[in-house]
């Protein structure tokens, strides 16, 4: 069973870095590839970050490209989102996500949103300019 469970949202300024979080209470963590997903209002759900099991094979999307690093902790069933340099148009909710599609041991993972399996409630973070 995955349950995942973001923290570390708020208000912040533009300029400032944020570190979201996200845990999984399972058993099975290192089995899943984990992702980063951001919605904001009136917005299409859009992708952030991706790390595979191992932590070998990141992606990022275009929109944060840069400006943020994805890391994972297999040991403590914890995935990582530390942002830079937020900016207003960053304000979203941000989601944690898990996909246990085998062709991440291949270094074929996915950025799209309806290949992920489970997801957590997400975690707002609010830019204030």
């Known amino acids: 069973q995955v349950q995942l469970i973001e923290s570390g949202g708020g208000l912040v300024q533009a300029g400032d870095s944020l570190r979201l979080s996200c845990k999984d209470s399972?058993?099975?963590?290192?089995?899943?590839?984990m992702g980063w997903f951001r919605q904001a209002p009136g917005k299409e759900r859009e992708f952030v970050a991706a790390?595979?099991?191992?932590?070998?094979?990141?992606y990022y999307g275009d929109s944060v490209k840069g400006r943020c690093t994805i890391s994972r902790d297999n040991a403590k069933n914890l995935v990582n989102l530390q942002m830079y340099g937020l900016k207003p148009e960053d304000a979203a909710i941000y989601y944690c996500?898990?996909?246990?599609?085998?062709?991440?041991?291949?270094?074929?993972?996915?950025?799209?949103?309806?290949?992920?399996?489970?997801w957590g409630q997400g975690t707002q973070v609010t830019v204030s300019s």
């Open positions: 790390i595979s099991k191992s932590g070998g094979t990141i």
């Open positions: 399972g058993r099975t963590f290192s089995s899943y590839a």
């Open positions: 996500a898990a996909d246990r599609d085998y062709l991440w041991d291949y270094g074929m993972g996915t950025t799209d949103e309806d290949d992920y399996d489970y």
